[in-house]
């Protein structure tokens, strides 16, 4: 069976500094990523989608980015970060077409102070 | 191009009682249609997802929804309410016309049980 795993759970970094966030999917191949943003008390933001490998497409402009180093692991960053970028973080993943359902990650709550 | 709306932001029922989430949707193309819950700092789960087959789709934990073309909705249900409900519901659509990023989330419905 499929399942995706994001870690950390948890992170709390100062203004500034960087991010990494990951993301993997084990039992599916060539699967399309997704990373979403959930600030408090707002809907989901689609921020990147990616649809293969080093294929990054990017949703709004802002000053994270994303990349996809291997088929099944797909990771957020930001060289800098800003207050606003405080949320909880989402990866999905989904197989075939576009309008098939997407399967989520449990998540990663980040607090930038 | 595709939208979504639920009707609710919050919603609160007695537990034991029927649940209702509203939800409206545009499609320009034969839409899909899920619905996800999310409990507190966890991910989402799929409940149930409408792909032109039967009209009334049965989910997990005793959900249903039924979509209804003429009306442009598809209501989520479930007959008797329980605590382990409580949570944040989305509608979700999705059209052949989308890309890659076909999905398109409605802002979410608190659900309450009060006991």
């Known amino acids: 069976s499929q399942t995706i795993h994001q870690w950390p759970a948890t992170l709390v970094q100062p203004v500034g500094s960087p991010l990494s966030l990951e993301c993997t999917v084990e039992?599916?191949?060539?699967?399309?990523l997704y990373w979403y943003r959930q600030a408090a008390g707002r809907g989901l933001q689609l921020l990147f989608y990616?649809?293969?490998?080093?294929?990054i497409s990017s949703e709004v402009p802002q000053n994270l980015s994303a990349s996809r180093p291997q088929d099944r692991q797909f990771i957020l960053s930001s060289k800098k970060l800003l207050l606003s970028d405080s949320g909880f973080y989402l990866c999905?993943?989904?197989?075939?077409?576009?309008?098939?359902?997407?399967?989520f990650g449990p998540g990663t709550r980040l607090t930038v102070l | 191009a595709q939208s979504v709306t639920q009707l609710d932001s919050h919603v609160s029922v007695s537990e034991g009682t029927p649940v209702l989430l509203r939800c409206n949707y545009s499609s320009s193309y034969s839409p899909s249609l899920f619905w996800y819950v999310q409990h507190p700092n966890k991910g989402l789960q799929l409940l149930l997802k409408?792909?032109?087959?039967?009209?009334l789709v049965k989910g997990i934990n005793g959900f249903e929804a039924e979509f209804k073309k003429s009306e442009t909705s598809f209501h989520l249900t479930k007959p008797s309410a329980h605590m382990s409900d409580a949570a944040e519901y989305f509608c979700?659509?999705?059209?052949?016309?989308?890309?890659?990023?076909?999905?398109?989330f409605g802002k979410g419905t608190h659900l309450i049980i009060q006991p």
């Open positions: 990616s649809v293969g490998i080093g294929q």
């Open positions: 409408y792909t032109s087959a039967a009209t």
């Open positions: 979700v659509v999705s059209d052949q016309g989308g890309g890659a990023d076909g999905l398109t």
């Open positions: 999905a993943w989904s197989v075939g077409l576009s309008y098939n359902e997407q399967f």
């Open positions: 039992g599916t191949s060539n699967p399309n």
